[in-house]
């Protein structure tokens, strides 16, 4: 089993910037891929950015590409995920994720951008 514990988010205007953090714990030795996935409300949850954890190939959602970027620490098992140039459509709970499954989801946590 794996646990993701997510921090980070919060209240923003319109062009801010918000940086969110992930860390895992449990047998994070298995872990390949994390990421983070969105859920605006009435939406279905969408993917959002991917990183591998070995060869750190990333990969990104066209809606947040060049605004957005995912970075990771192996030493502390975080992710992280730095948001540059935020939209109100932007606004969602934000779920951090491993596993190619994914397989394993965070609590998530919520960024609401004002505009």
């Known amino acids: 089993q794996v646990q993701l514990d997510e921090s980070g988010g919060g209240l923003v205007q319109a062009g801010g910037s918000l940086r969110l953090s992930c860390a895992a714990s449990g047998h994070t030795s298995r872990i390949a891929t994390m990421g983070w996935f969105r859920q605006a409300p009435g939406k279905e949850r969408e993917f959002v950015a991917e990183i591998r954890w070995s060869g750190l190939n990333t990969l990104y959602a066209d809606s947040v590409k060049g605004r957005f970027t995912i970075s990771r620490d192996n030493a502390r098992n975080a992710v992280y995920l730095q948001m540059n140039s935020l939209k109100p459509e932007d606004t969602a709970v934000y779920y951090c994720?491993?596993?190619?499954?994914?397989?394993?989801w965070g609590q998530g946590t919520q960024v609401t951008v004002s505009s």
């Open positions: 994720t491993c596993g190619s499954g994914p397989d394993y």
